[in-house]
C-alpha cells in the first residue's frame, strides 16, 4: 500500500519561512510527478507547485516558495519564504505513483500552515 506522509507544517508570523516535506512509502514501481497543493477557509483546492520533467509554479507563490525533490528518497519539499496571511491553508502532498502498469493519484493526509501575527 503506498502512503505519502507529510511533515512540516505549523504557526508562523507574516514573512517567515517554513518547510514542508513529504515522502512516499510502501511497495511501488516508480513515482513520477510530485508536488504540493493546499486548501484555504472556504476555498477549492488549488495548485501550489509541481515537479515532475519541467517545475510548475503558481503565480501567487512565485518568487517566495520553492519546490524540490529528492528521487533517491522518493520526496518532495516545499520551501516557504516571505510567508503572508493568505497562504494560511491546509497543504497536500500529491505524487502519480505507478505501482504497476498505469499510475495512479496519490494524497497525503494534509498539513495546516498557520501564517497570523
Known amino acids: 500500500q503506498v502512503q505519502l506522509v507529510e511533515s512540516g507544517g505549523g504557526w508562523v508570523q507574516p514573512g517567515g519561512s517554513l518547510r514542508l516535506s513529504c515522502a512516499a512509502s510502501g511497495t511501488f514501481f516508480r513515482v513520477y510527478a510530485m508536488g504540493w497543493y493546499r486548501q484555504g477557509p472556504g476555498k477549492q483546492r488549488e495548485l501550489v507547485a509541481l515537479i515532475s520533467g519541467d517545475i510548475r509554479v503558481a503565480n501567487s507563490v512565485k518568487g517566495r516558495f520553492t519546490i524540490s525533490r529528492d528521487n533517491a528518497k522518493n520526496a518532495v519539499y516545499l520551501q516557504m519564504n516571505s510567508l503572508k496571511a493568505e497562504d494560511t491553508a491546509v497543504y497536500y502532498c500529491?505524487?502519480?505513483?505507478?505501482?504497476?502498469?498505469?499510475?495512479?493519484?496519490?494524497w497525503g493526509q494534509g498539513t495546516q500552515v498557520t501564517v497570523s501575527s
Open positions: 500529491n505524487a502519480m505513483i505507478s505501482t504497476s502498469g498505469a499510475p495512479n493519484d496519490y
